[in-house]
């Protein structure tokens, strides 16, 4: 597993969001102050990347225009994508 810094736009979020936005306001609020503690856990599978954990985080990066996102990258098969989205 390795921590890397990605585009937001990269990282692909096949499943529906269901956020608290109330949640995702007071998380941009401490990330603008002081950045992000916890970096999102994604998956690459051939070379793309996807989210299924940290939806408050990402959104509020989303919010706040910020182009990256620090992430824990673990490479994956296709199937291990296809069990996440089953």
């Not at 306001?25 to 990347?49: C, M, R, T």
């Not at 910020?66 to 490479?75: D, L």
Request: aromatic share 4%; proline share 5%.
């Amino acid at each position: 597993m390795q921590i890397k810094e990605l585009k937001v736009k990269q990282i692909h979020r096949p499943l529906p969001r269901q956020t608290d936005q109330s949640k995702v306001k007071q998380l941009a609020q401490s990330i603008a102050e002081e950045g992000l503690h916890e970096p999102i856990d994604v998956l690459e599978v051939e070379g793309q990347y996807y989210g299924f954990s940290g939806c408050h985080r990402y959104e509020a990066h989303e919010l706040l225009g910020k182009e990256t996102i620090r992430c824990r990258v673990r490479r994956a098969p296709l199937s291990v994508l296809r069990s996440h989205i089953a």
